[in-house]
């Protein structure tokens, strides 16, 4: 999941940032109002979460922004815990309200539920052949068995099975999962996925994860029994 934080409180936005990328999503911040609207219109994101007090254009202003070209699910945090605020905002089109201070636990619930509303079509559990995938629970089963994954291996596997069928790069890869522009001097695409598929196919015949010579890698149920 990619989420955009834009939120002026240096403290909170390093709070938020490194907790959420901890938790395995893809994050980037935005320190004013006119650089979040920027962003929304540069990338795709799953869910944003927008302070109201910011800088050079107010978080209202920046929702206003948004929902003139897309309806992208939005979190509105706010040190005031003023009723006509919270209906302002709603009215504006933000999904949901966090007041702060705010638990961390309560902020990561909150961005699951606005997104499962969001995206109401997609279904929270993926399951290619017999691997399957629990979006809301982070946790995954390889012929019943539970496989112990982390943060990011957990990113990996998602967007690999959300996107079964897909031939995946190595710069999609690094972009989506690590928030990052591919380096060809880094190995850290190659590695991830070597580790994955130890703990997804490595004990299985038939293999899942596939690489494709010099285009990068898919996620899918092959008549062949050997991952190339």
């Known amino acids: 999941m990619k989420i955009l934080i834009v939120e002026d409180e240096a403290k909170t936005a390093e ?14 911040v935005a320190r004013t109002g ?4 920027a962003l929304t219109l540069q990338h795709d994101y799953d869910v944003i979460v927008l302070d109201v007090m910011l800088p050079e254009m107010d ?3 920046v929702l206003r922004a948004i929902r003139t070209h897309k309806q992208t699910p939005v979190l509105m945090l706010t ?6 605020d919270r209906v302002h905002g709603l009215r ?5 309200y966090l007041v702060k201070p705010f638990s961390f636990l309560e902020l990561v619930a909150r961005l699951q539920a606005v997104t499962r509303r969001g995206r109401a079509q997609e279904s929270t559990q993926l399951r290619v052949g017999d691997l399957e995938i629990d979006l809301l629970s982070r946790k995954a089963y390889r012929a019943g068995s539970r496989l112990e994954l ?13 996107r079964e069928g897909q031939i995946l790069s190595k710069t999609v890869i690094a972009e989506q999962v690590w928030d990052m522009n591919f380096d060809s001097n880094t190995n850290v695409v190659e590695v991830a996925i070597k ?5 997804i196919d490595g004990p299985h015949e038939r293999k899942l994860l596939h690489t494709i010579r010099g285009m990068g890698y898919v996620l899918e149920v092959r008549g062949d029994k050997e991952a190339p």
Request: net charge negative; proline share 2%; no cysteine.
């Open 59 to 61: 978080g209202f202003a």
């Open 195 to 199: 580790r994955l598929r130890a703990k």
């Open 92 to 96: 504006e089109g933000a999904d949901d």
């Open 150 to 162: 982390t943060a990011k291996e957990f990113a990996l596997l998602a967007l690999l099975a959300r």
């Open 79 to 84: 040190a005031r815990d003023r009723v006509d």
């Open 34 to 37: 006119p650089e979040g609207h």
């Open 15 to 28: 709070y938020l940032h490194r907790g959420l990328h901890e938790q395995g999503y893809t994050v980037d």
